[in-house]
């Protein structure tokens, strides 16, 4: 079973700078999920939202084990 480790959250502003590029530089339609990706603000806020769920899932894994 998959669960986040703290150097893969760590990742996640890299990961989200990534795929604004490639939302900012791909000629096809974006899907709305990806939509945020491309605001800077709104990538933040959802780069911070995903870090604190996946932060609160180590903590709920590490205190069940």
Do not use: C, F, H
């Not at 079973?1 to 339609?29: C, F, H, N, Q, S």
């Not at 603000?41 to 959802?46: E, G, I, M, P, Y």
Request: net charge negative.
């Amino acid at each position: 079973m998959y669960r986040p480790l703290e150097p893969a959250i760590e990742l996640l502003p890299a990961v989200a700078e990534i795929a604004a590029w490639g939302v900012k530089y791909t000629d096809v339609a974006v899907p709305p999920e990806m939509q945020p990706l491309a605001d800077p603000s709104a990538r933040r806020q959802l780069v911070t939202r995903m870090t604190k769920q996946l932060s609160n899932q180590i903590a709920q894994y590490d205190t069940n084990a």
